[in-house]
């Protein structure tokens, strides 16, 4: 499994918010291109970036700052917030992401997201899950910033994507995010059961190097993580087994 560095930005300034709440910002000192530079000295081989203010008001007001950072920081980006068109991805992708992160138009428009995995290709397009799990534990999709929650289950909300060769699929359980709560294992061990051909990408509530051990043992092909590395909670030596480079 690949350990994946996350880096949300707002105002070009790195921030993490908790369970997605724009009131619950927590600011840090890092430069995005330092902290970048950070990663890659750790190992790191990718950089999932996600655009806040793009994801709250379609701004697109850090473009310029990714662009950077796909020229400078020489990590592989896997970019997301506020894509909403074909355009939008084609722009990320012209700005030197690698891959560009689709997440309420995967549930809203799947014809439209559909023709983007066909137009770009399934390694360029990860679809974004984010979700809440009811009562009965049933993983249910919520949308635009997690501001909407919908009654679409996760693995409703994947079939209409069957059999385009859906490659990559990032799930984030929102409860869990920016918590540092431990995270759902049993979510992504039930995700790769479900669907094995996927590279499930695990998001949320990852908090020491035993979480990371449990989401590989999970199957899950990647694990996304910010606030336990801006925090240096987990130490170089255990992030070892985890990024490629180290």
């Known amino acids: 499994m690949r350990l994946i560095p996350a880096m949300d930005l707002k105002d070009g300034r790195c921030v993490r918010l908790l369970r997605g709440e724009f009131s619950a910002e927590t600011r840090y000192p890092e430069e995005p291109l330092a902290l970048a530079a950070h990663y890659r000295s750790l190992g790191a081989d990718w950089l999932h ?20 950072l796909a020229g400078a920081a020489r990590l592989a980006l896997q970019v997301g917030g506020g894509v909403r068109d074909r355009e939008t991805v084609r722009e990320l992708l012209d700005l030197g992401a690698a ?6 138009l995967a549930l809203r428009a799947p014809r439209d997201v559909a023709g983007w995995l ?22 249910r999709v919520a949308t635009d910033g997690w501001t909407r929650q919908s009654t679409v289950s996760l693995w409703e909300a994947l079939a209409p994507y069957a059999g385009l060769g859906l490659a990559h699929v990032l799930c984030t ?6 918590t540092l709560g431990g995270a759902n294992v049993a979510l992504y061990a039930e995700a790769v059961r479900r669907e094995p051909r996927i590279a499930w990408q695990a998001s949320g509530g990852v908090r020491d ?17 910010g606030k ?19």
């Open 49 to 68: 970036v996600v655009d806040l203010d793009g994801a709250r008001d379609g701004r697109g007001a850090n473009r310029a700052l990714i662009g950077a």
């Open 99 to 104: 891959r560009v992160v689709v997440g309420s």
């Open 118 to 139: 066909t137009t770009f290709g399934p390694e360029r397009v990860v679809l974004a899950f984010d979700v809440r799990l009811d009562e009965a534990q049933v993983p």
């Open 173 to 178: 359980d929102v409860d869990r995010d920016g």
């Open 209 to 225: 190097a035993a979480d990371l051990h449990a989401l590989a043992a999970t199957g899950a092909a990647a694990a996304v993580s």
């Open 228 to 246: 336990a590395l801006l925090e240096r909670r987990i130490t170089r030596e255990e992030l070892q087994p985890f990024l490629p480079n180290a």
